[in-house]
């Protein structure tokens, strides 16, 4: 799993940088049992604030 969580105010990043440019979590398992699991406390733990 890898993370990067950029400061508060940080812009996004435009659309010509990839798909992938503002995903600040990412989150791979080869079981895709466990991997929604894990997706679904990932969902219902994290906040997002809009600035």
């Known amino acids: ?3 990067y969580f950029p400061e508060p ?4 990043q435009g659309i ?3 798909y992938m440019a503002n ?3 990412r989150i ?3 079981d895709y049992d ?3 699991q894990i ?7 994290i906040t ?4």
């Not at 997706?39 to 733990?45: H, I, K, N, S, V």
């Not at 997002?48 to 600035?51: C, F, K, L, R």
Request: proline share 7%.
């Open 1 to 3: 799993m890898g993370q």
């Open 39 to 45: 997706l679904t406390e990932a969902g219902e733990t």
């Open 9 to 12: 105010g940080t812009p996004t």
């Open 48 to 51: 997002v604030h809009a600035g």
């Open 23 to 25: 995903a600040w979590l």
């Open 16 to 18: 010509e940088a990839g």
């Open 34 to 36: 466990t991997l929604r």
């Open 28 to 30: 791979r398992h080869p």
